[in-house]
């Protein structure tokens, strides 16, 4: 079973998304999520996918209620949940700081955590929160030039983002 909150994030002002742009996000984002983890073959027999904001430094994971997921997933006979926390956020990100020439760039990020959970007694059998180290841009920089080397698309961003999601699940 695929527990998913997707969240967007970001200060006011700083890079919100466009109603129209945020709505096509979610679904985008649990095809590419199905079609990966079908490739690798993990047939998820349930998929909850909620999209909405939180508050402001919401602890990860708390906007997920493990009890209810765990209830559906007993319900629909899984062997386990698969619960991911994830945020975007649009943001000025600073590059190349330990370069000669740092520079500022607006970025798309795509951050998240994954918690397994076994349905049998609920124990956990990998957690990771949500942090640096699972975050994605969309920057490429040129640390060499202090500029933005290449800018990927919002699709390659999202093929990263579930490429980590695999990653982290299959512990490549």
Known sequence: MLQVSLDPTGLPGEGEFLPREWNSI????????LEGLNAEGILPVDVSLSARPSSRGAVPFERIDRRQALERARTVKADVVLILDVSLSRRDRVYCQEE???????????????????VADGARLLIEPPGPTL??????????????????????????????????????
């Open 26 to 33: 979610p679904e985008a984002f649990e095809i590419a999520l």
């Open 135 to 172: 975050r994605l841009g969309d920057v490429e920089p040129d640390c060499e030039r202090g500029r933005i080397g290449r800018r990927l698309s919002a699709q390659e961003l999202l093929d990263a983002t579930v490429q980590q999601v695999l990653s982290l699940l299959l512990r490549r």
């Open 100 to 118: 000669r020439r740092p520079f500022m760039a607006r970025t798309t990020l795509w951050t998240l955590g994954a918690e397994v959970v076994r």
